[in-house]
């Protein structure tokens, strides 16, 4: 499982994407090894080394083998490595680098965080000025493991305003929280029950906040309303037609 609010392991990503690759049935050129990948820059330089010495006897595969890797593949020395670019074109100034499978999770991973965990629209385009064989379904392998972003999603889905509670009746149900005032106290607690006595007593008192609605002014509440039933559970905000109370925090 992908860890949430974390970005994609290089584990995980690179034994998803071999599952996608054995399941291709043609040999895909934008995926290459690094073995693959080190065979095409010597290639490419034989290829240049065959171009240069034309003089040089070479069989016609050779020859041809030669002409198909410069028309394809370039390779360039950066900070003392050799890299595979793809061929330039007349014009061309941007280099495209290809990246072997081994360095997509890197390639992915750096992209992703370039662009604040933006999605596919921004992802493909950052990475094209920059790499030649990147893929839209490595991108969306790598952005449907990244804990970061699937927790943004459910975030939003949940909203605020999800299942309104509807009742027919006034005072079906409240629902109530604490806000911890304890730092501005206007003495003792008095305002659930002053609210109570104003607007009549609830069916359904609801609280998320557990044991902190089991004390005494809650137990006299009961006395005063033995009707009145008290229940744990996730509040819902913006509900219509339902009083949201906050109250003081009970100062022992
Ligand atoms: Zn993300």
Same mark, same amino acid.
């Given at each position: @499982?992908?860890?949430?609010?974390?970005? !994609?392991?290089?584990?995980?990503?690179?034994?998803?994407?071999?599952?996608?690759?054995?399941? $291709?049935?043609?040999?895909?050129?934008?995926?290459?090894?690094?073995?693959?990948?080190?065979?095409?820059?010597?290639?490419? $330089?034989?290829?240049?080394?065959?171009?240069?010495?034309?003089?040089? !006897?070479?069989?016609?595969?050779?020859?041809?083998?030669?002409?198909?890797?410069?028309?394809?593949?370039?390779?360039?020395?950066?900070?003392?490595?050799?890299?595979?670019?793809?061929? @330039?074109?007349?014009?061309?100034?941007?280099?495209?680098?290809?990246?072997? /499978?081994?360095?997509?999770?890197?390639?992915?991973?750096?992209?992703?965080?370039? /662009?604040? &965990?933006?999605?596919?629209?921004?992802?493909?385009? &950052?990475?094209?000025?920059?790499?030649?064989? /990147?893929?839209?379904?490595?991108?969306?392998?790598?952005?449907?493991?990244?804990?970061?972003?699937?927790?943004?999603?459910?975030?939003?889905?949940?909203?605020?305003?999800?299942?309104?509670?509807?009742?027919?009746?006034?005072?079906?149900?409240?629902?109530?929280?604490?806000?911890?005032?304890?730092?501005?106290?206007?003495?003792?607690?008095?305002?659930?029950?002053?609210?109570?006595?104003?607007?009549?007593?609830?069916?359904?008192?609801?609280?998320?906040?557990?044991?902190?609605?089991?004390?005494?002014?809650?137990?006299?509440?009961?006395?005063?309303? !033995?009707?009145?039933?008290? /229940? &744990?559970?996730?509040?819902?905000?913006?509900?219509?037609?339902?009083?949201?109370?906050?109250?003081?925090?009970?100062?022992?």
């Amino acid at each position: @499982m992908q860890d949430p609010d974390k970005l !994609p392991s290089r584990e995980i990503f690179d034994s998803r994407l071999s599952k996608i690759l054995k399941a $291709k049935k043609a040999k895909n050129l934008a995926y290459m090894t690094k073995i693959e990948y080190s065979k095409f820059i010597e290639e490419v $330089k034989e290829a240049k080394a065959l171009r240069a010495a034309k003089d040089k !006897p070479c069989t016609v595969a050779q020859r041809s083998l030669a002409q198909r890797r410069l028309a394809r593949f370039g390779v360039v020395e950066v900070n003392g490595e050799e890299k595979l670019i793809a061929a @330039m074109k007349p014009g061309q100034n941007q280099m495209l680098f290809f990246a072997p /499978v081994e360095e997509l999770h890197q390639v992915l991973e750096e992209a992703h965080i370039a /662009v604040g &965990h933006g999605g596919k629209n921004r992802m493909l385009p &950052h990475l094209k000025q920059q790499y030649k064989n /990147v893929t839209e379904e490595a991108v969306l392998l790598y952005l449907s493991l990244c804990g970061i972003c699937l927790n943004k999603k459910t975030a939003k889905k949940r909203g605020l305003t999800v299942k309104p509670m509807v009742f027919r009746e006034m005072n079906d149900r409240w629902q109530v929280d604490l806000v911890d005032w304890q730092t501005s106290p206007d003495g003792e607690f008095k305002h659930l029950l002053s609210i109570m006595l104003c607007f009549g007593a609830p069916c359904i008192l609801q609280s998320d906040n557990g044991k902190e609605f089991c004390n005494e002014i809650i137990t006299s509440l009961k006395k005063t309303w !033995p009707e009145l039933k008290i /229940v &744990h559970g996730k509040l819902i905000f913006l509900v219509l037609n339902t009083k949201f109370i906050k109250l003081k925090k009970l100062k022992e």
